[in-house]
């Protein structure tokens, strides 16, 4: 995996003004581009798309100083068709407009060349289970919601305040097979997992197929497949949110398996009162590397 990212690093350098051939890198190195991005995004803390933008501005801005040419000529170098098309790029990352930057020199913000090191890691061991699980479904209360890294996430948390205690016990007494429990699902997130992106969240539990569905609750088909399954305890989401990052740096970089299209589900076993703490159980989808 190291190797792969390093070489899609190395594609977007040599083919900057294109979009990089992801797919084909994938295929390469016997992952799917799907799995591809979503380790680079986790890796790199940016999807791809948003590093491919900052090294083309990066150059660019060079450009722009050095006075190489009209903007316009710039911006067609570096794979825009139009100058407000590259005006607008340029003003996200460098927060100036071209034509600021080239009178006074700046401000300039650059994304240095990316490369992936292996470290030795895994001092602490992860509690971990790989699931075969049939065909089920997830059903509860769903919304679009930004996705949000580190803490907690002030958007589910109002989805899930507004919904009346009854309707948790509700849900709670509807699920019937595993993931047990009340479950927090993350479901149709953007390949590279910036933040801010946006997915649907579902704050509901697992039906097995065959169960009838409650007409007023959204549902989430989940296909047959392997799951790894992570268990966390601790502070609260702090704990569940450095396991998630571990998968990532750790447990798929030594593993032969590799994320697959699919639902995040998050199951909690225990809590304290006021959910400072809790033992969490992190379901992600895998398949054979």
Known sequence: MISALNRLVDLVEEHLSEEPDVRGTAAAFG???????????????????????RRRMT??????????????????????????????????????DPGEVRRHGGPLRTQPQLRFHLTVEGRNPMDTRLVDRPAFRLVGHAARVPLI?????????????????????RLK????????????VSDDLDPGRGEGTELTYLHGVALAHGTPLPGDLDTIEVPAGKWAVFRTRGPHPQALQKT?????????????WRLRPGPSIVATLERADDFSTATCELWLPVEPA
């Open 149 to 169: 890294h580190q803490g907690v996430n002030p958007h589910i948390q109002r989805h899930v305040a507004a919904l009346p205690q009854e309707e948790h016990l």
């Open 244 to 256: 998630w990052a571990a998968t990532a740096t750790e447990w798929f970089p030594s593993h032969p």
């Open 59 to 96: 150059l660019a801005a060079t450009d722009v100083v050095r006075g190489e040419g009209d903007l316009l000529g710039i911006a067609v170098r570096h794979g825009y068709g139009s100058g407000e098309a590259f005006g607008r790029a340029f003003r996200a990352v460098h927060g100036a």
């Open 173 to 184: 007494a509807l699920g019937d097979t595993e993931p047990e429990g009340l479950l927090q």
């Open 31 to 53: 992952t799917t581009e799907y799995h591809l991005r979503r380790m680079f995004s986790s890796l790199a803390g940016m999807p791809l798309s948003e590093y491919v933008r």
